[in-house]
């Protein structure tokens, strides 16, 4: 067990009215008293409808966010009481969003983004950055010479694999990923699941995949978590859906059922 949450519950202040300048008043609950494991090399899925908490869930992973109960645990120690100076212990998890791919600089090259967390985290590694800059391209499925291009030279799916890089040059035990490969075509995002899952086994590393698609967790997770308006309601292993415990999850695989059949046929 790597990550645990306990209970967490998140209420985000409700909007401050006109009168009361100093509303503290708490609004609905975003997450509601979710509790979730995260193994080892396992990849976890994260299901859910636009607004259920998912994003807010990885916000209070990263501490980016405080709970307002609740405990979350990473390697047998609590980090929900943390500040995030503590660089060491959030370094350990890292998130690839939606929208990484706007968080990379205009004016700096594919080298000076993959450069920065080396440098920051990694001092003593300054003389071969170039080369693990390297080979993070490699392990991603780039060329080298991306190393010279600016962000705006790259397409859609290039660039989430250059944040997938950067995740990965701070050589964290835990990736969240945020409807990560959301905004790519479906023969890029499979071919970026592929990269991930290649690269989660050889590094051993634990993965939250979150996503509104159930489809793309069904051969890329583990196990998979479904939230409905904050709460977790279940997690299911076996794609079966006689074992299904919640409507909800039901409503989705028979969605999911009639997709597949929608599809049509490649010659
Ligand atoms: P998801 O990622 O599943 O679409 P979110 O975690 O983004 O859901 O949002 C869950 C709920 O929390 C929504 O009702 C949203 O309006 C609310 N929410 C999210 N972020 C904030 C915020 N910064 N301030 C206030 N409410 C928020
Ligand atoms: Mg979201």
Known sequence: MILELKNVTKA??????????????????????????????????????SGSGKSTLAQCILGLESL?????????????TRRMKDIH???????????????LHPRMTIRDI?????????????????????SLLESVGLEADTLGKYPAQLSGGQKQRVCIARALAVEPDIILFDESVANLDATTQSSVLDMLKRMQLERQLS?????????????????????????????????????????????????????????????
Not at 68 to 80: A, C, F, N, R
Not at 114 to 134: G, H, Q, S, T, W
Not at 218 to 235: N, S
């Open 12 to 49: 985000y202040p409700a909007r401050r009215r006109k009168k009361g300048w100093f509303n503290t008043k708490q609004g609905e609950q975003a997450i509601k008293k979710v509790s979730l494991e995260l193994r080892q090399g396992e990849c976890l899925g994260l299901v859910g409808e």
């Open 68 to 80: 307002t109960s609740g405990e979350i645990w990473l390697d047998h120690q609590p980090i929900h």
């Open 89 to 103: 212990l959030y370094k350990r998890i890292q998130l690839v969003a939606q929208d990484s791919a706007s968080s």
């Open 114 to 134: 993959l450069m920065e967390p080396i440098r920051n985290y990694f001092p003593e590694r300054k003389v071969r950055a170039l080369d693990i800059c390297l």
């Open 207 to 267: 993965y939250l995949f979150i996503t509104h698609d159930l489809q793309s967790t069904r051969t890329f997770c583990d196990r998979v978590a479904v939230m409905v308006q904050g709460e977790l309601v279940e997690i299911f292993k076996d794609w079966d859906e006689e074992l299904l415990e919640h409507e909800y999850t039901r409503m989705l695989f028979q969605t999911l059922a009639q997709e597949t059949k929608r599809l049509p046929l490649h010659e």
